[in-house]
T-cell receptor, first 115, second 113 residues
């Protein structure tokens, strides 16, 4: 069975601080996909990144970076120089490769960035 | 680019009433998924359809049913509504499973009073 664990329920930081959101996953499949979504107070789910299980390269996109380590089944997300607009709930999610398979979410981490 | 369209955006119903939510996936996407997100919760998978056939089932109550039509749009029907059904309902679509990712609609906020 698949499972995604986001151990941090809430994180509060001050603007310009760096923050890392942790994500640990479980799956028996060898081919799977990992995702991060942002949900601002307005409620929509904003796609941030997708990574497949064969690609362990870390990725950087502006202030965002992701560290994927299969050895520890982790897919952590770092925001550098956080801003107030980063305040949101962040979800890590996992899906298997088979067509029609649902995306399974972690419980989410609420990030609050104060000025 | 076209996105996933959900209607209505907001819906208020009374207990024991029936509600129908609609989802129009991205053109050529072959799979539709329905999720329920209660206040302060993560999105919970309800049901999915691949090429108009039910492909996966999650924690969908027996009072709920869904289908995907020949034009690939999907409807989630909820009967005998309860206060606990108040939630944000998301529809998502994908092409060939998770290979190319999932696109979520803006959601329908259902309030049961």
């Amino acid at each position: 069975a698949q499972k995604v664990t986001q151990a941090q329920t809430e994180i509060s930081v001050v603007e310009k601080e760096d923050v890392t959101l942790d994500c640990v996953y479980e799956t028996r499949d060898t081919t799977y996909y990992l995702f991060w979504y942002k949900q601002p107070p307005s409620g929509e789910l904003v796609f941030l990144i997708r990574r497949n299980s064969f690609d362990e390269q870390n990725e950087i996109s502006g202030r965002y970076s992701w560290n994927f380590q299969k050895s520890t089944s982790s897919f952590n997300f770092t925001i550098t120089a956080s801003q107030v607009v980063d305040s949101a709930v962040y979800f890590c999610a996992l899906s298997e490769a088979q067509a029609g398979t649902a995306l399974i979410f972690g419980k989410g981490t609420t990030l609050s960035v104060s000025s | 680019a076209a996105g996933v369209i959900q209607s209505p955006r907001h819906l208020i119903k009374e207990k024991r009433e029936t509600a129908t939510l609609k989802c129009y996936p991205i053109p050529r996407h072959d799979t539709v998924y329905w999720y329920q997100q209660g206040p302060g919760q993560d999105p919970q998978f309800l049901i999915s359809f691949y090429e108009k056939m039910q492909s996966d089932k999650g924690s969908i109550p027996d009072r709920f049913s869904a289908q995907q039509f020949s034009d690939y749009h999907s409807e989630l029907n909820m009967s005998s509504l309860e206060l606990g059904d108040s939630a944000l309902y998301f529809c998502a679509s994908s092409l060939q499973g998770s290979r190319y990712g999932y696109t979520f609609g803006s959601g329908t906020r259902l309030t049961v009073v």
